[in-house]
């Protein structure tokens, strides 16, 4: 028998939230820069201090951030007594990863679109990345370690699979393929992993998957 939903569950739909906002600022801030190419051109761009699009994008992403911040939050208060150990800290990790980007990339955005400069935010954002990335790839693998251990988590390990795979494609494109499509195998580690995961964590809240495993004893 399906238990009964809680204002809990209810607040993991942000996490769906937050990805749609982050995708509609992706498609559409661009139509407020002239002449971006999103097949060549890093998603960073369109937050930049002199970006043109840069009003449109916090008006279209206000959502994920919002959202996102406070869905993960609520995640983290759902699975402190529940999951195994490496479950929790595979949460916990992706967790940290979002407020680190979110207040990272907003403390630091790039000072021009285009590139990485030699300002003192270009070099704390090229920081807040490594960061976000060490992250990233750390709850993924602790994700994957605990779900496949636990015949009830094997799909979330499975998605945290498919994100980390993604994740690396980004980066391993981005430098193996033409300049010329840059901007799109940065939006697989951009868009479809780390965003993609929160809507999915937001989901198994939603489902009351996360809450409701008290079965703690093995790591």
Not at 17 to 28: E, G, K, M, T
Not at 118 to 130: C, L, S
Not at 154 to 171: F, K, Y
């Amino acid at each position: 028998m399906e238990s009964k939903k809680t204002r809990i569950h209810w607040l993991g739909l942000l996490g769906v939230i937050s990805f749609i906002s982050y995708a509609v600022a992706v498609i559409f801030a661009p139509g407020a820069y002239p002449g971006y190419d999103w097949m060549s051109r890093a998603v960073s761009d369109l937050s930049a201090a002199n970006a043109p699009s840069l009003t449109l994008w916090h008006q279209l992403s206000i959502l994920y951030s919002v959202a996102g911040i406070a869905c993960v939050t609520v995640i983290c208060i759902a699975v402190r007594e529940n999951l195994t150990k490496t479950l929790r800290l595979g949460i916990y990790a992706f967790v940290a990863m979002f407020w680190v980007s979110i207040v990272g990339y907003g403390w630091f955005p790039l000072s021009e679109s285009g590139g990485y400069g030699t300002a003192f935010q270009d070099i704390m954002h090229i920081a807040v990345t490594a960061v976000v990335v060490i992250l990233s790839i750390s709850s993924f693998v602790l994700i994957m370690i605990g779900g496949y251990r636990k015949k009830s988590f094997v799909s979330l390990a499975v998605c945290a699979t498919i994100a980390l795979a993604l994740m690396l494609v980004g980066p391993i494109g981005m430098g193996v393929a033409p300049s010329a499509y840059l901007g799109l195998f940065q939006r697989f580690s951009n868009l479809i992993s780390a965003n993609g995961f929160l809507a999915i964590l937001g989901i198994y809240l939603f489902a009351g998957k996360l809450d409701t495993d008290k079965n703690v004893a093995v790591s």
